[in-house]
């Protein structure tokens, strides 16, 4: 039996951040992470229980058909780590339901295509001194499935100049366009924010928007869950 260790699933809810920003879904949060990010909000979730993917499968497909949702989001900590992970992917996909996974980016899984990847590399102010693992599983991932890259800055130099090394990375490595979009979005969600920074935010933006290499990619965000004080 393929088991997965999970802190908790939740929903019908909403997206609150990335691309798919104000989707309904429901969210699957898978428990463990190899990062130990200052500001990480799911730290403080310890319940792990584990189950077999089948079950996570079948109980999404009971809530879906009531609520008609069929969009889920797996998260974490950082769902990569465990290998089931794919087989959850596999399944859910084979069960009409579109799949969505957040990452930092560490860890490398040969996921379905279909799958909806975001990256979002943890950078400085997050307290990732060592520059993120930007070691050979991040550039394998990279290269290997379509993503939308997401940064969470504080405005500063650190996370910019961060931010400016991935770029250049995914530039170097991504000669087949796997690159959707680059999102950029303040620290702990504007409403926390200085609105000076949410502004230099948007400035660098705009920026790296006038690259010919980024043009139309680049969307300022965010985190709509946290101003709406939902999960
Ligand atoms: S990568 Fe995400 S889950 Fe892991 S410590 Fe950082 S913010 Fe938390």
Redesign the pocket.
Known sequence: VRMLNVSEIFGPTMQGEGTNIGKLCYFVRLSG?D???L?????SIKTVFTMPVSKIVLRLKQQAAESHIKHIVIT???PLLQPNTRKLCQKLLSNHFTVEIET?GTIYMDLPSDVHLNISP?GPS?GNVDTMKTGAHFMKLIESHSHDLKFVLDGGEEDLAFMQGILEIEQHLCSKDNLKRIIIQPVNGMHEVNVTIYRKIIEQAIALNLKENYKSRVRTLTQLHKIAGVE
Do not use: F
């Not at 500001?39 to 730290?43: E, F, G, H, L, V």
């Open positions: 992470c990062s130990n990010c500001w990480c909000d799911t730290n974490g900590g950082n930092q943890k997050a």
